[in-house]
């Protein structure tokens, strides 16, 4: 077993969500290292030794691994956004597949052979939305960036990879704008300053742009001018707000939203639907991606005319309603209530009269829906990270769906929660993997399972 400032030579045959290359000691001991790639010889310095696996920092990269690039950001690593940029992204898209096959495996106990990867093309600039923190550079300059991993230090970064090319452009017109009439940024260690966050979002679809300034305070000096800066920026700002935040916390958004010039959101279509988008409204932020990912899922329950969908953690509504027109009815059940609200205007607005929402714990209501007769023909999962609970496995139960199709940003929860349902009698038909979240550690998975 290694003990800590050993130094020794060190494959890397695994990489982890985090973004820890994974290798093993010739006695099996496990070391994780950041910054490698599978396939990398590495000199490793142990820094910390457990009993079963212990950390090491890579020295020296004695030989790199077929898959390793360079970097193409200044603020990579430190920034803590991105984990793969140092890795092919064909390479990366391998290593997320194989995360979801085994976890099917492993936690679920499914014979599964093989599975696609889906992704929906450019790795970078797919984000909609940015929240950039403000700080200060070495010369005392405000300025924009994100937060390095694990702290509340700014890197500054004007230009993400994984943001539109304009966002750069608005970012900086933001930032000599501070710096012209000395407007300070938030200090989290004392509550002083003003500015906290630039906020961007935009709408793929429409070309409609949202910029507000995050404040900790009730006015913005000079706001007529930092109007006119963002609106010369980028072409499409039809949005310029405030978002009033002086709590002591790291939430970034408040409900205290004053617009300071134009509309008070953006519009945008996703998978043939209008959503009129707020500062607040919960949207997917890979507008081409998400449009894959529930393009699978309709493809999966394949809805007909006859059939009763339920749509179990239904969010604004987006997965139901892109289904709600090959459908008899679609009911939606979702816990928070502004999102409730969301999905009924979602359907009011796209002319969809067939599509109910029920605000509710998705497990109650499901079990209050099979008591009071309702028996779905599909039903649709979309759960949170921790997956479903046990209710949601007895409702299923009772209400037997032909279909059941799980949508899950956690392959290990999803795989758990299948083999649940397998275990009242479905079966997998149909298994894929969708990379909505190029270079970084998430990526989602959708499941076909039917009833036998």
Same mark, same amino acid.
């Given at each position: 077993? *290694?003990?800590?400032?050993?130094?020794?030579?060190?494959?890397?045959?695994?990489?982890?969500?985090?973004?820890?290359?994974?290798?093993?000691?010739?006695?099996?001991?496990?070391?994780?290292?950041?910054?490698?790639? *599978?396939? @990398?010889?590495?000199?490793?310095?142990?820094?910390?030794?457990?009993?079963?696996?212990?950390?090491?920092?890579?020295?020296?990269?004695?030989?790199?691994?077929?898959?390793?690039?360079?970097?193409?950001?200044?603020?990579?690593?430190?920034?803590?956004?991105?984990?793969?940029?140092?890795?092919?992204?064909?390479?990366?898209? +391998?290593?997320?597949?194989?995360?979801?096959?085994?976890? =099917?495996?492993?936690?679920?106990?499914?014979?599964?052979?093989?599975?696609?990867?889906?992704?929906? +093309?450019?790795?970078?600039?797919?984000?909609?939305?940015?929240?950039?923190?403000?700080?200060?550079?070495?010369? +005392?300059?405000? /300025? =924009?960036?994100?937060?390095?991993?694990?702290?509340?230090?700014?890197?500054?970064?004007?230009?993400?990879?994984?943001? *539109?090319? =304009?966002?750069?452009?608005?970012?900086?017109?933001?930032? @000599?704008?501070?710096?012209?009439?000395?407007?300070?940024?938030?200090?989290?260690?004392?509550?002083?300053?003003?500015?906290?966050?630039?906020?961007?979002?935009?709408?793929?679809?429409?070309?409609?742009?949202?910029?507000?300034?995050?404040?900790?305070? @009730?006015?913005?000096?000079?706001?007529?001018?930092?109007?006119?800066?963002?609106?010369?920026?980028?072409?499409?700002?039809?949005?310029?707000?405030?978002?009033?935040?002086?709590?002591?916390?790291?939430?970034?958004?408040?409900?205290?939203?004053?617009?300071?010039? !134009?509309?008070?959101?953006?519009?945008?279509?996703?998978?043939?639907?209008?959503?009129?988008?707020?500062?607040?409204?919960?949207?997917?932020?890979?507008?081409?991606?998400?449009?894959?990912?529930?393009?699978?899922?309709?493809?999966?329950?394949?809805?007909?005319?006859?059939?009763?969908?339920?749509?179990?953690?239904?969010?604004?509504?987006?997965?139901?309603?892109?289904?709600? /027109?090959?459908?008899?009815?679609?009911?939606?059940?979702?816990?928070?209530?502004?999102?409730?609200?969301?999905?009924?205007?979602?359907?009011?607005?796209?002319?969809?009269?067939?599509?109910?929402?029920?605000?509710?714990?998705?497990?109650?209501?499901?079990?209050?829906?099979?008591?009071?007769?309702?028996?779905?023909?599909?039903?649709?999962?979309?759960?949170?990270? /921790? +997956?479903?609970?046990?209710?949601?496995?007895?409702?299923?139960?009772?209400?037997?769906?032909?279909?059941?199709?799980?949508?899950?940003?956690?392959?290990?929860?999803?795989?758990? @929660?299948? /083999?649940?349902?397998?275990?009242? !009698?479905?079966?997998?038909?149909?298994?894929?993997?969708?990379?909505? =979240? *190029?270079?970084?550690?998430?990526?989602?998975?959708?499941?076909?399972?039917?009833?036998?």
């Amino acid at each position: 077993m *290694p003990t800590k400032n050993d130094i020794l030579t060190l494959k890397i045959t695994d990489i982890t969500p985090d973004g820890l290359g994974v290798g093993k000691t010739d006695g099996g001991y496990v070391l994780f290292v950041a910054g490698t790639a *599978p396939g @990398d010889v590495i000199e490793a310095h142990v820094m910390k030794a457990e009993k079963s696996y212990g950390y090491a920092k890579a020295e020296k990269i004695i030989t790199p691994a077929e898959c390793r690039v360079d970097a193409d950001c200044p603020v990579f690593p430190r920034c803590g956004g991105c984990l793969y940029r140092h890795i092919r992204y064909e390479n990366e898209l +391998g290593i997320k597949k194989s995360w979801v096959l085994e976890n =099917f495996r492993r936690i679920g106990g499914f014979d599964i052979s093989d599975i696609e990867i889906f992704s929906a +093309g450019s790795p970078d600039g797919y984000r909609n939305k940015a929240q950039y923190p403000a700080g200060t550079d070495k010369d +005392g300059n405000i /300025r =924009f960036g994100f937060y390095s991993k694990h702290t509340h230090r700014v890197a500054p970064c004007r230009a993400c990879a994984l943001q *539109p090319k =304009f966002y750069a452009d608005i970012v900086g017109a933001a930032e @000599d704008f501070l710096n012209k009439y000395k407007i300070s940024p938030y200090d989290d260690a004392t509550g002083n300053g003003l500015v906290r966050h630039l906020y961007i979002r935009n709408g793929v679809g429409s070309g409609e742009v949202m910029v507000a300034l995050v404040i900790n305070g @009730d006015v913005l000096p000079h706001s007529d001018e930092f109007v006119a800066a963002v609106r010369g920026a980028a072409d499409g700002v039809v949005s310029v707000m405030l978002i009033i935040n002086k709590e002591r916390s790291n939430v970034i958004l408040t409900d205290n939203v004053i617009t300071l010039w !134009g509309k008070d959101g953006i519009a945008d279509t996703l998978c043939g639907l209008r959503f009129e988008i707020s500062p607040l409204s919960f949207y997917q932020v890979n507008h081409d991606g998400a449009e894959l990912l529930y393009g699978i899922a309709k493809k999966y329950a394949a809805v007909e005319k006859s059939d009763v969908l339920l749509d179990l953690y239904c969010g604004t509504g987006t997965i139901g309603l892109s289904m709600a /027109r090959e459908a008899k009815e679609v009911i939606g059940v979702e816990i928070i209530p502004a999102a409730v609200r969301n999905a009924r205007e979602n359907a009011k607005n796209n002319g969809i009269s067939n599509a109910k929402f029920i605000c509710a714990d998705a497990g109650k209501a499901a079990d209050e829906l099979s008591d009071g007769g309702v028996s779905p023909d599909v039903v649709i999962i979309d759960p949170p990270r /921790r +997956g479903c609970g046990a209710d949601v496995y007895g409702a299923i139960e009772k209400m037997r769906p032909e279909k059941i199709v799980m949508v899950s940003c956690n392959s290990a929860t999803a795989a758990r @929660d299948a /083999r649940a349902f397998a275990d009242i !009698g479905y079966t997998i038909e149909s298994l894929c993997a969708v990379d909505m =979240f *190029p270079r970084t550690g998430h990526v989602e998975c959708v499941v076909l399972m039917t009833r036998k």
